[in-house]
């Protein structure tokens, strides 16, 4: 038996998908501490396992900007706001919005998209 406690996981079971693109569950675990966010977890995965995952945010304080918005386990958060717990966490996108990829929702109305 080893003498080094095994660290705390939090595991982020994240649907993905794009436009045209079957949607798939990709589970990361995450090296658990005590008062993380999700945004910490979600931008861990994308420097160290996947660069590939996309999200958004853009705060400089928390709950500022409203881009980091999905749903937890069910509910709509904040990931900057939202408690990374150990154990399973389920994200996905929002379901009432556009997709664009990933966690990643159309959130601004369209005469605010610089793209149309």
Not at 2 to 8: E, F, H, M, N, Q
Not at 23 to 51: K, M, N
Not at 76 to 102: F, I, Q, S, W
Request: with cysteine; charged share 25%.
């Amino acid at each position: 038996m080893s003498s080094i406690a095994k660290l705390p996981i939090a595991r982020l079971h994240i649907r993905r998908s794009a436009p045209g693109i079957a949607a798939r569950e990709d589970l990361f675990e995450v090296p658990f501490e005590s008062g993380q966010s999700v945004l910490d977890a979600l931008r861990w995965i994308r420097a160290t396992s996947d660069p590939s995952l996309s999200f958004r945010f853009s705060c400089i304080n928390a709950n500022a900007c409203k881009e980091c918005m999905m749903q937890l386990n069910g509910k709509v958060v904040y990931a900057c706001t939202a408690r990374l717990v150990e154990g399973d966490m389920h994200l996905a996108p929002l379901d009432n919005k556009p997709l664009v990829r990933d966690l990643v929702s159309e959130i601004a109305p369209p005469e605010e998209r610089l793209l149309k």
